[in-house]
Nanobody
Framework: QVQLVESGGGLEQPGGSLRLSCLASGKFFTIYDMGWYRRTPGKQRELVATITRMGRTNYVDSVKGRFTISRDNAKNTVYLQMNSLQLEDTAVYYC??????????????WGQGTQVTVSS
């Protein structure tokens, strides 16, 4: 099995910064795309940013220029640097990874989520 464990959430003031980390562990062959999603009460989970194994990135428009996704393949870790935080960024943030667990099986995995609260 594959486990994704997020860390780095918390309370921050508007304009501040937080850095999320997500470590993948367990038995697997390759981690392909990794990403961050978020959910606020009453809303569906929203894609925030994704990154391919080769480092190609994609962002939702609302975070472009403020958030940066990166990964360290050697450490099986994906990061989300969040700058210029806004009240609207308050959400539970989830890590996602597309993982090959055997030669013929590829599955999607999710972390348990980490709360990010932006408040003055």
């Amino acid at each position: 099995q594959v486990q994704l464990v997020e860390s780095g959430g918390g309370l921050e003031q508007p304009g501040g910064s937080l850095r999320l980390s997500c470590l993948a562990s367990g038995k697997f062959f390759t981690i392909y795309d990794m990403g961050w999603y978020r959910r606020t009460p009453g809303k569906q989970r929203e894609l925030v940013a994704t990154i391919t194994r080769m480092g190609r990135t994609n962002y939702v428009d609302s975070v472009k220029g403020r958030f940066t996704i990166s990964r360290d393949n050697a450490k099986n870790t994906v990061y989300l640097q969040m700058n210029s935080l806004q009240l609207e960024d308050t959400a539970v943030y989830y890590c996602n990874a597309d993982v090959s667990v055997s030669m013929f099986v590829r599955q999607d995995y999710w972390g348990q989520g980490t709360q990010v609260t932006v408040s003055s």
